[in-house]
């Protein structure tokens, strides 16, 4: 039986973002928060969809607090947008859940010219995360919560072609890199942000059957119909694999797991190249370069540990 997260914890008076959450694991982690009490910011790419979700969430939870916003991963520029009217009109923001991605498409870029899997499922979280950090801090105790994978553990990050350019293109090789990329941003978020009372968490969400396999006709072929039949007779519904998302986010007493990867709403450790700090820095640093960030994120002046 999958695990189920049991905190009855409150969220009245938060606010939360959840990217990607007008459908899948993303829809039913807003569910539940937004029945906790949560004002939710649905921040999706498709208006009219996220519109619906909003209106079904608002149904099943009597929450009418639902917000819908524009943000496409793809784009660093809308990024940019959405975090700035999210720092302009809201006073606080309590938990950023980085839940949308893509997984192995065919080969594509994203607007700035990134293989698209990196783009969305590391660049834009990570460049999301920064534009909206002085608000979580000024919000703590907030957290970030970021969906990885557990074929992180097929991933490696090659500095020498951290885009996916010069190599051949393999559709699960290089989602497992961008999913190995967001275990090393939580680590390396988690060692910039102590004493600010912000933590991130990574986790896997278990194999589901969603839209997110689209694309494995197409970059698989054959063995697709094998993923897809043990995804559907095996896997997690979309209830069950929200609850690790939702067990991070709202989980008392997780503040001394900053940094880590869950699985089945539990610490667990990620593979051993997962867990290499040099390299998460290192990764931190060249990702900072691509996105264009220059502002660095650390505890405020004067702050102490929470």
């Known amino acids: 039986m999958p695990s189920m997260c049991r905190s009855k914890a409150r969220l009245d008076g938060k606010t939360v973002i959840i990217t990607g959450a007008n459908q899948g694991i993303g829809f039913e982690t807003a569910k539940d928060l937004a029945g906790r009490g949560a004002k939710i910011i649905l921040a999706c790419r498709d208006l009219t969809r996220a519109q619906k979700a909003a209106d079904g969430i608002k149904e099943k939870t009597k929450n009418e607090n639902i917000i819908v916003h524009q943000l496409n991963l793809a784009s660093l520029a809308s990024v940019s947008s959405f975090a700035q009217k999210i720092n302009e009109t809201e006073e606080q923001l309590n938990i950023l859940i980085n839940n949308a991605g893509v997984m192995a498409p065919p080969k594509s870029n994203t607007e700035d010219g990134f293989e698209l899997q990196f783009g969305v499922n590391h660049l834009g979280p990570f460049l999301l995360t920064n534009l909206l950090m002085d608000l979580l801090k000024k919000s703590a105790p907030s957290r970030v919560v970021s969906v990885s994978s557990s074929l992180h553990k097929e991933g490696r990050v090659d500095f020498d072609d951290l885009p996916w350019e010069k190599r051949e293109y393999v559709p699960f090789d290089a989602y497992g890199d961008s999913k190995i990329a967001t275990i090393f941003f939580t680590r390396e978020l988690a060692r910039k942000l102590e004493g600010t009372g912000v933590t991130t968490y990574s986790l896997h969400p278990g194999v589901i059957k969603t839209d997110l396999y689209q694309h494995l006709g197409t970059s698989m072929g054959w063995k697709s119909g094998i993923i897809n039949t043990f995804a559907k007779w095996f896997g997690k519904n979309l209830v069950q694999g929200a609850q690790t998302t939702i067990h991070c986010a709202v989980t008392e007493g997780l ?43 650390g505890p405020a002046e004067g702050s102490s540990e929470a």
């Open 255 to 297: 503040e001394e797991k900053s940094g880590q990867y869950f699985s089945d709403c539990a610490p667990k450790q990620p593979n051993s190249r997962a867990r290499d700090d040099d390299v998460a820095r290192r990764l931190w640093e060249v990702s900072e370069k691509l996105v264009g960030l220059s502002q660095q994120i």
